[in-house]
DNA sequence: CTGTAAATGTGAATTATTCTTATTTACGCC
DNA sequence: GGCGTAAATAAGAATAATTCACATTTACAG
């Protein structure tokens, strides 16, 4: 059961941890999330795991929401709300972005596209309650 | 033809700047681009006022393209092109956001949609060229 | 002229992220 | 087992974008 090496121990829990979350955490929740069960990961090492993950395609960034990176380990495009005042991210896996907008977009961009990006900000119920 | 007052100069010349290119800039930028006129202007009411005018709505902010972030003049809805190499971006005027996707990101999302963003990320032509 | 409130300049403070360096780890080889 | 090597990590320093605090300037009313 236990893995034979721990080399990759923080690096796949890391990995594992976006895989397995809805949140849409950033590199600061990530690490906390970790912390409880591996009280010795260090920030870095979140940081630098979830920079070579981006760049190999296995998880996605939402850019940054109020000044902090979101990372997704859902790597099905689908479209996001964001509360602009909690900073919540909930997934709207119903939309769906009509396929041809990719092609359309490389023509009229004459460049090679990798990536589209569909997302709703506003205030979402429980902000709305709350003010 | 003055202004006969100069309160709002650099307030004013804030919002012109952005709502006459379509560089989509940074602070830093605006801030660079205004000091040939205005020498005196100083990059904390550069920040102070893209701010101001984001919360009024008078100008967008696209998020962050490499770590800055970068706003928009036109606050018509369009979709955006980013090149996540040179962190150049362009309007895709041509691009239409299908109208009813908004009221059925606010039913899914049980939320007050504000605003809807589609973006395109890639490499441009420029940079493609010169890899 | 004087009081005021808004707008600004300045530089310090904050915060997210990256970088550097030393340490640890796994693992192959002798 | 002990040793060498290379990858992964921890720790904290360094960097860079953004915000903040506060003193100064400006427009304008009285």
Redesign the interface.
Known sequence: MEPQTKRFRKREAILSYLQHTDAHPSAETVYAGLKSTMPDISLGTVYRNLSLFKDQGMIRSL??VKGV?RFDGNINPH?H?I??CCGAV?D?H??H??QE??S???V??????????????????EC?ENK
Chains 1, 2 share one sequence.
């Open positions: 850019g940054s990176e479209v709300f509360c602009t909930k709207l119903e939309m972005i009509p907008l990719n359309q977009a490389a009229l961009s004459h460049a090679k596209i990798q990536a589209c990006q569909l997302s709703f900000t506003g205030i979402c119920q709305a």
